[in-house]
Protein backbone atom coordinates (compact mmCIF):
# COMPACT_ATOMS: atom_id res chain seq x y z
CA UNK A 1 0.00 0.00 0.00
CA UNK A 2 0.69 3.68 -0.31
CA UNK A 3 0.73 6.42 1.62
CA UNK A 4 0.64 10.24 1.47
CA UNK A 5 1.61 11.97 4.58
CA UNK A 6 1.62 15.79 4.51
CA UNK A 7 3.08 18.47 7.06
CA UNK A 8 3.10 22.17 7.42
CA UNK A 9 -0.67 23.62 6.99
CA UNK A 10 -1.92 25.80 10.42
CA UNK A 11 -2.71 29.45 10.87
CA UNK A 12 -0.42 32.10 9.12
CA UNK A 13 -1.29 36.02 9.39
CA UNK A 14 -1.66 38.13 6.04
CA UNK A 15 1.68 38.47 4.05
CA UNK A 16 3.12 35.18 5.93
CA UNK A 17 4.40 32.25 4.34
CA UNK A 18 4.04 28.56 4.71
CA UNK A 19 6.20 25.72 3.43
CA UNK A 20 3.65 22.37 3.04
CA UNK A 21 5.34 19.25 2.34
CA UNK A 22 4.13 15.65 1.23
CA UNK A 23 5.85 12.16 1.82
CA UNK A 24 5.16 9.25 0.04
CA UNK A 25 5.92 5.73 1.07
CA UNK A 26 4.77 2.15 0.93
CA UNK A 27 6.00 -0.27 -1.46
CA UNK A 28 6.32 2.58 -4.60
CA UNK A 29 7.89 1.11 -7.72
CA UNK A 30 8.05 4.80 -9.50
CA UNK A 31 6.55 8.38 -8.88
CA UNK A 32 5.33 10.26 -11.95
CA UNK A 33 3.66 13.60 -11.12
CA UNK A 34 3.15 14.88 -8.09
CA UNK A 35 1.07 18.16 -7.17
CA UNK A 36 -1.04 20.16 -4.99
CA UNK A 37 -4.76 20.97 -5.06
CA UNK A 38 -6.92 23.03 -2.51
CA UNK A 39 -10.43 23.08 -1.70
CA UNK A 40 -11.97 25.91 -0.12
CA UNK A 41 -15.45 26.10 1.78
CA UNK A 42 -18.32 25.49 -1.02
CA UNK A 43 -15.82 25.44 -3.31
CA UNK A 44 -14.68 22.67 -5.79
CA UNK A 45 -11.11 21.23 -5.53
CA UNK A 46 -9.02 22.91 -7.84
CA UNK A 47 -5.47 22.52 -8.96
CA UNK A 48 -2.60 24.63 -7.67
CA UNK A 49 0.70 23.43 -8.96
CA UNK A 50 1.68 20.42 -10.43
CA UNK A 51 5.39 19.04 -11.33
CA UNK A 52 5.24 16.23 -14.20
CA UNK A 53 9.22 16.59 -13.99
CA UNK A 54 11.98 18.25 -13.42
CA UNK A 55 11.61 20.30 -16.42
CA UNK A 56 8.63 21.58 -15.78
CA UNK A 57 6.19 22.93 -13.53
CA UNK A 58 2.69 24.78 -13.79
CA UNK A 59 0.92 26.80 -11.57
CA UNK A 60 -2.67 28.38 -11.13
CA UNK A 61 -2.81 32.07 -12.40
CA UNK A 62 -3.85 32.63 -9.01
CA UNK A 63 -0.68 31.47 -7.16
CA UNK A 64 1.81 32.03 -9.96
CA UNK A 65 4.82 34.03 -8.62
CA UNK A 66 4.15 33.58 -4.89
CA UNK A 67 4.11 29.45 -4.74
CA UNK A 68 6.64 27.34 -5.80
CA UNK A 69 6.48 23.76 -6.04
CA UNK A 70 9.26 21.51 -6.01
CA UNK A 71 10.06 17.73 -5.49
CA UNK A 72 13.21 15.73 -3.69
CA UNK A 73 12.80 12.66 -5.42
CA UNK A 74 15.43 10.83 -3.16
CA UNK A 75 13.00 11.15 -0.17
CA UNK A 76 9.35 11.01 -2.59
CA UNK A 77 8.66 14.69 -1.01
CA UNK A 78 6.99 17.31 -2.96
CA UNK A 79 7.01 20.83 -1.43
CA UNK A 80 4.56 23.53 -1.56
CA UNK A 81 6.04 27.04 -0.85
CA UNK A 82 3.69 29.76 0.19
CA UNK A 83 4.77 33.55 0.30
CA UNK A 84 2.48 36.44 0.23
CA UNK A 85 -0.44 34.58 1.74
CA UNK A 86 -3.90 36.49 1.99
CA UNK A 87 -7.19 35.11 3.20
CA UNK A 88 -7.99 33.98 -0.31
CA UNK A 89 -5.89 31.11 0.42
CA UNK A 90 -7.52 29.52 2.95
CA UNK A 91 -8.58 26.33 2.26
CA UNK A 92 -7.70 22.81 2.41
CA UNK A 93 -4.47 21.95 0.70
CA UNK A 94 -4.35 18.24 -0.84
CA UNK A 95 -1.28 16.79 -2.39
CA UNK A 96 -1.08 14.03 -5.25
CA UNK A 97 1.46 11.98 -7.09
CA UNK A 98 0.78 9.45 -9.75
CA UNK A 99 2.38 5.96 -8.44
CA UNK A 100 2.65 2.48 -9.31
CA UNK A 101 4.00 -0.06 -6.71
CA UNK A 102 5.97 -3.05 -7.13
CA UNK A 103 2.84 -5.20 -7.08
CA UNK A 104 1.22 -3.10 -10.00
CA UNK A 105 4.48 -2.85 -11.98
CA UNK A 106 4.24 0.00 -14.64
CA UNK A 107 0.30 1.11 -14.11
CA UNK A 108 0.25 3.85 -12.29
CA UNK A 109 -2.53 4.92 -9.89
CA UNK A 110 -3.37 8.53 -8.46
CA UNK A 111 -3.09 8.53 -4.85
CA UNK A 112 -4.14 11.26 -2.56
CA UNK A 113 -3.10 13.26 0.37
CA UNK A 114 -5.31 13.33 3.79
CA UNK A 115 -5.27 16.93 3.12
CA UNK A 116 -3.83 19.77 5.63
CA UNK A 117 -5.65 23.29 6.60
CA UNK A 118 -3.95 26.02 5.79
CA UNK A 119 -5.92 29.15 7.74
CA UNK A 120 -4.47 33.10 6.83
CA UNK A 121 -5.78 35.84 8.68
CA UNK A 122 -6.97 38.79 7.59
Known amino acids: QVQLVESGGGLVQFGGSLRLSCTASGSIFSIKSMGWYRQAPGKERELVAV???????HYSDSVKGRFTISRDNAKNTVYLQMNSLTPEDTAVYYC????????????????WGQGTQVTVSS
Open 51 to 57: IPSGDYT
Open 96 to 111: NAEISTYSSGTYYSRY
